[in-house]
């Protein structure tokens, strides 16, 4: 009679991994917590100081991209925040919102660097403090794109999204111009100022950031999808490819 050895099974696979990765989830929508708390606080802050100066015109300061998107990134971090704490994945919706937000976090800081640190405010202000400005022109916007990178349980974008990321910059443009041309003349920023720019220099700035809000959003899908690979291919990450 012959004898066969039984099988011998499978090792289990380590959960380790999985483990290491709702640890890090864990640990980002804390920090999530923690950034749209500063965001607010550094807007409670700008918003005293103006009041201070006696110069806060809500109509006026609520109109730049950089408020606008700052109220935005306190909404969607704080909702990162609580998905990060108690799930082990973001729903697509939220993934596709937070690729968008990573587009419009890197067009504030660099434009604001590029083209508008050195400019005085329009209205006369001049900031009693840096943190403020820091925290809505680099550590939130840093922020934003370094969680991007490290977050597991983020869904794989379709290249659709880049459209999607289009929408508000769009509509934040068109609302400015129709404000400063048939409103009160005032406009946000002075690469939207027809007047002084002409059509022709306005278009020409309005294309350049258009393709850049593209361009990032075209980047953190391709950021997003390379990075769900690679953490579902370490076993760092469940999400579906």
């Given amino acids: 009679m012959s004898h066969f050895a039984p099988p011998v099974p499978k090792p289990e696979p380590s959960q380790t991994p999985h483990v290491v990765a709702l640890l890090l989830r864990r640990g980002l929508g804390v920090l999530n917590f923690v950034m749209a708390f500063a965001v607010a606080i550094a807007l409670a802050v700008n918003i005293s100081d103006r009041l201070i100066q006696g110069i806060f015109n809500p109509t006026h300061y609520f109109q730049y991209f950089t408020i606008q998107t700052s109220v935005i990134n306190i909404v969607v971090l704080l909702i990162g925040g609580i998905f990060g704490v108690m799930r082990k994945n973001d729903p697509h919706w939220y993934s596709t919102m937070r690729a968008s937000i990573v587009s419009y976090a890197i067009v504030t800081g660099v434009i604001y660097n590029l083209l508008l640190a050195g400019f005085p405010a329009t209205d006369g202000y001049v900031a009693s403090f840096s943190f403020p400005g820091d925290m809505q022109h680099i550590w939130a916007p840093l922020f934003i ?21 289009a929408v508000y910059p769009l509509v934040w443009v068109v609302g400015s111009l129709i404000r400063g041309l048939v409103g009160d003349g005032w406009f946000p920023y002075f690469f939207l100022n027809v007047t002084d720019m002409g ?43």
């Fill in 145 to 165: 794109a370094v969680e991007w990178l490290l977050m597991p349980g983020r869904t794989r974008l379709r290249w659709g999204v880049l459209w999607i990321s």
């Fill in 199 to 241: 059509i022709a220099g306005v278009v020409a700035y309005i294309a350049a950031i258009a393709a850049f809000v593209v361009g990032n959003a075209a980047i953190a899908v391709a950021v997003g999808r390379f990075h769900s690979r690679v953490f579902v291919g370490f076993r760092l990450d469940r999400t579906g490819i």
